[in-house]
């Protein structure tokens, strides 16, 4: 069953959006608020909450929202919406995501053509200094030329191809690495010109250029094999100095 067409004319299929969480109710609030006025509507949106909060079922009843409770570990998160959803495409978002005007229909308009799933274009929200323009580039130029685009790009894929590609490892980080992996192997996975918006707390707090070295370091360790749970105990040890933990925003 598909969805109305959206505001582009573009048929939009039935989409559910899963939404990791832990303990960042406020930006999980704007993104539900912003996906309850998309027209066409998502099939259904479910948030997978690692952190048993009362808040965040407060707020899935107040948009319709699907709750669902799950161990604090992003990829078990993810696989527990996914295993829950209904729709023929997945579309899974950060809690502090930022949306196009017309997702589905650029979604729908990729699935059209072919390919299993693919991605939005990474775009940092609010003020923009000038370090941000060119790290944006930056990571365009590396999804584009095969490597991984990462979780805070929308990832969306049908239904079956994610089942198909194993879904989800029960990873904390590096989570879309084998899934996207996979999903290259079964047909086209498309990067798309519409950008979700990244908020950029982290880039701020810690410096432009230190976050982005930070992070690449991060991956170069994982590709020289270094599992994710012992990378992401060591990534948590900066995040508490702040006050914070990786997971908040998912």
């Given at each position: 069953?598909?969805a ?20 960042d ?49 992003r ?21 502090d ?100 918006g990244?908020?950029?707390r ?49």
């Open positions: 069953m598909r109305k067409e959206g505001m582009s004319g573009v048929e939009a299929p039935a989409v559910s959006v899963v939404i990791p969480v832990y303990r109710e406020a930006a999980l609030g704007r993104l539900l608020s912003g996906l309850s006025g998309l027209l066409p509507r998502p099939r259904e949106i479910l948030v997978a909450d690692g952190g048993a909060s009362g808040r965040c079922r407060t707020l899935c009843r107040r948009y319709g929202a699907i709750y669902l409770s799950s161990f604090p570990c990829g078990l998160q993810l696989n527990t919406g996914a295993r829950r959803a209904s729709g023929e495409v997945l579309w899974f978002l950060h809690a995501a930022t949306l196009p005007e017309d997702p589905l229909s650029a979604i729908g308009a990729a699935l059209a053509k072919d390919a299993c799933g693919g991605f939005f274009r990474f775009r940092f929200d609010g003020s923009r200094p000038w370090p941000a323009p060119l790290l944006e580039r930056m990571v365009e130029f590396r999804v584009r030329s095969g490597g991984i685009p990462y979780g805070d790009q929308g990832l969306f894929m049908t239904r079956d191809a994610y089942w198909r590609s194993g879904g989800y490892p029960p990873w904390p980080l590096f989570e879309e690495v084998p899934l996207v992996r996979n999903l290259r192997t079964l047909a086209p996975f498309v990067a798309l010109e519409e950008a979700i990244v908020d950029p982290r880039w701020e707090r810690d410096g432009w250029w230190r976050r982005s070295l930070a992070n690449r370091w991060l991956a170069t360790k994982f590709w020289l094999g270094i599992p994710p749970g012992t990378l992401s105990e060591r990534y948590r040890i900066p995040e508490k100095q702040h006050g914070t933990k990786r997971e908040e925003s998912q």
